[in-house]
């Protein structure tokens, strides 16, 4: 299988590069993808007291989405950006905990595969998720096409935890356990700057998966009691901290401009959640103050509403992307795959379905996203489509049909007045199926 694989990745290489045309042509990558974060969570985005003047000004500089999705939960999302298909295709369907035998396969082709054929550098830093590689060493990042990596596993609150902790891995070699939660954000950070200063002219890929805000939350010691928001903000400003040592370190080596920068959440804030073994409150016992907010729309993690899986999300791209501009356009986090590998000058898999699609239009501003409609997974069941402003939800008795561009907050189920739309779309969701 993975000979064949080294054929379609030799393929995705469609033309010759030398490291004057990398240095020349191709774009660097840097995507932070955060975890658990509401849509309001930013001060761009409407957070009246959390404070992010790198995230803002990243977003004055470039492109924010209103409608940018990812998934209900953790490994769905992150399947999804890294292969850039929806997870009924990749089997990664729900969070993979310590001991699951469940994980990405070796025969998924992800997005730092198809990087590393365009002659990219490619690493890894934060929560990997995507299986235990400790049960399953073919689970591991580096054999899905990244050079480096220092993150752990999983997240950090399994109960109950591994015997001795959550582990933290360089590369192949356990470094920490427990892991020292409340040094991730700033640890992670000095990875991404090292490995940005070590850069020589070739391009490269950073793949930074902040483990926070997820619950527990935890900021280093600097950003205690920095937040008038108390401790999720806090945790929040420390996370637009790393966003701005990565930039300035950009600027410091001069790519700025030829670099890709995303900022994303990988679902919406964690609503309904109980404690497990959290540092203050007993287990089952909600600690509010320590979780996302979703602003306007309904519900968090875990649903199909709005408030699950639309999420904040922000590109950068000096003097490709033009600053200032926000959009309202369907975009998902199956999108940046084809993207990116557009921008670097290949071609995407053609021997299995791809659900991503190619935005390069919409980020550089001369027409809209290419994505026209979207389907809403929980685990294998589709329980949503959104077509343009209408967005039709099954996973109750009835029928769910919102308009989003006058209810974003999903108030209003008007099935009932508009059946029409309802039977066009459920026979849209039936064909998807």
């Known amino acids: 299988m993975k000979v064949l694989l080294a054929a379609i990745l030799a393929a995705l290489a469609t033309a010759p590069h030398s490291a ?87 025969d998924e082709i992800t997005l730092p595969e198809a990087l590393k054929a365009r002659g990219y550098r490619t690493a890894m830093f934060g929560k990997w998720h995507l299986g235990d590689f400790e049960t399953e060493p073919s689970f591991h990042p580096m054999k899905h096409g990244f050079d480096e990596f220092l993150g752990i596993p999983y997240s950090h609150d399994y109960f109950p935890i591994p015997p001795n902790g959550v582990p933290l891995y360089r590369d192949t070699r356990l470094i920490e356990q427990p892991v020292v939660h409340s040094t991730m954000t700033k640890r992670l950070t000095e990875e991404t700057v090292r490995f940005i200063r070590e850069s020589t002219g070739q391009p490269f890929f950073i793949y930074v998966a902040h483990p926070m805000p997820h619950i527990p939350i935890a900021s280093s010691e600097e950003f205690r009691g920095h937040s008038l928001a108390g401790r999720y903000g806090d945790v929040v400003e420390e996370l637009d901290w790393s966003v701005g040592q990565v930039l300035a370190a950009l600027k410091e080596r001069r790519i700025d401009s030829n670099t890709v920068t995303v900022f994303m959440s990988d679902n919406g804030p964690w609503l309904g959640m109980s404690f497990q073994l959290y540092d203050r409150g007993p287990r089952g016992v909600k600690l509010q103050g320590d979780i996302g907010w979703s602003g306007m729309l309904r519900d968090g993690k875990g649903t199909t509403f709005e408030g699950g899986i639309r999420v904040p999300g922000i590109v950068r791209w000096p003097g490709t992307v033009p600053g200032g501009r926000v959009s309202s356009d369907i975009v998902s986090i199956l999108d940046w795959f084809p993207t990116f590998v557009n921008a670097a000058g290949g071609k995407m898999p053609a021997d299995r379905p791809i659900d991503g699609v190619d935005i390069t239009a919409l980020l550089r501003g001369t027409g809209p996203s290419a994505r026209k409609d979207l389907f809403y997974f929980f685990q294998s069941k589709l329980e949503a489509v959104r077509d343009g402003e209408w967005k039709l939800r099954v996973a109750t008795a009835g029928p769910q049909l919102f308009n989003l561009s006058t209810d974003p907050a999903e108030r209003y189920n008007v099935a009932a007045t508009n059946p029409e739309i309802v039977a066009r779309l459920q026979a849209k969701m039936d064909a998807f199926k």
């Not at 932070?32 to 803002?56: E, K, W």
């Open 20 to 106: 004057t045309a990398q240095r020349s042509t191709q774009p660097n990558f840097v995507v932070f993808l955060v975890d658990d974060m509401g849509m309001a969570d930013l001060s761009v985005t409407g957070h009246p007291t959390i404070r992010t003047p790198h995230l803002d000004q990243m977003a004055r500089e470039g492109l924010r989405f209103t409608s940018f999705y990812a998934a209900p939960a953790c490994t769905p999302a992150r399947g999804m950006f890294l292969t850039s298909r929806y997870p009924v295709r990749t089997g990664l369907l729900w969070p993979t905990g310590p001991g699951d035998s469940s994980g990405i396969k070796l």
